[in-house]
């Protein structure tokens, strides 16, 4: 994945490290390899190389990783405007 | 799979065609339980952004299959990218299975078996090679075939506006040559663009689509150049340059690395510059014939 840089700063991943446990989840589940544990406490090696997949944030025991989850699919994005924009869903966007 | 005991893995996949025979062939030589969870026919990835792939998905169909009595372990081992919409937790506090996410891609469970359940950061990592983003190109094609018979009719029947109202022989030849930029648009965003993305400048995908469009544009001027006009060029390089930043924008859906806030992002940004280029494209394509006739 070296290869593919996205948009810097964007992602909405935020880890609060008062609450995290040190368990490890995230560094399991993340696609992308941006978690690592040190001291009993994740910590967010690589922000910019998050695409909010939410996998983290799902498998947190103690909810200490807010991410707003989604597909990043312009198809998707573009139904959800036009769907939100006629008040209901008329467009299915991807997969 | 082969042929199970009680001691042999549970295997959670989606009843999706690619991805259960996928397991079917790699998992020749092993013996393994497969539990399928009904995702409707959408892969793992999807279905799990989705919400058919889902902690209660996993509960329900392990209840359902009764699973307690065919394994005396307790361990279910799922995609690591079911993880988006399973909690693993969860799942072990509805169902008392303890959930293990396996390696990414099908082809390292083996090791990933006989590695004592153990993953390591290349099988848990998402990749994009060359062969995985060239298999991406039928299926995005497919999708374009119901647009491009929109486009061809709409193109047909702009090509034939004229001083004379409409003109058939017009729509004929004109509508073949917008015809052929849409292709030759199609493929620089569906087809080019994902062979050589990773060397294509720029970070949001709508700028990485502008090259191929121009180089297709300027391509497909020349090929026309004694057929068509310079306006008539100039309009179809603003056309083909659109269509390739548009469909390579609409490719963020088929990459594993691209987040929906910054897909938003970019779109607001290109989004308004397609638009432009195609309004400025087709009224010039319309302009011509009242212009160019003495």
Known sequence: ?95 | MGRPGPESPLLVTANYKLSFDALRFQLDTIDAWLLVADTRGVNVWCAAGKGTFSTEEIIHSVQQSQLQELVSHRTLILPQLGATGVAALEVTKGCGFKVQFGPVRTSDLPTFLRNNNQADEAMRSVTFTLKERAELIPVELYFLLQPLVILFLAGVLLSGIGPTIFSASAAWTRGLHLLSGTLVGIGCGTILLPLILPWLPGRQFWVKGLLPGLAGGIACWGIFSGQITTPEGLALLLWITAVSSYLAMNFTGSTPFTSPTGVEHEMRRGIPIQVAATVIGLLLWVAVPFISQP
């Open chain 1, 1 to 95: 994945m070296q290869n593919f840089r996205y948009i810097d700063k964007v992602a909405t991943l935020s880890l609060d490290q008062e609450t995290c446990i040190g368990c490890g989840n995230c560094v399991t589940v993340c696609p992308h390899r941006i978690f690592g544990v040190a001291e009993r406490k994740a910590e967010i090696e690589d922000q910019d190389a998050c695409m909010e997949c939410g996998a983290c944030a799902k498998n947190c025991p103690v909810q200490a990783i807010s991410v707003n989850p989604g597909v990043g699919c312009a198809a998707e994005i573009i139904a959800n405007w036009i769907n939100g924009f006629v008040g209901r869903k008329i467009m299915s966007g991807c997969c």
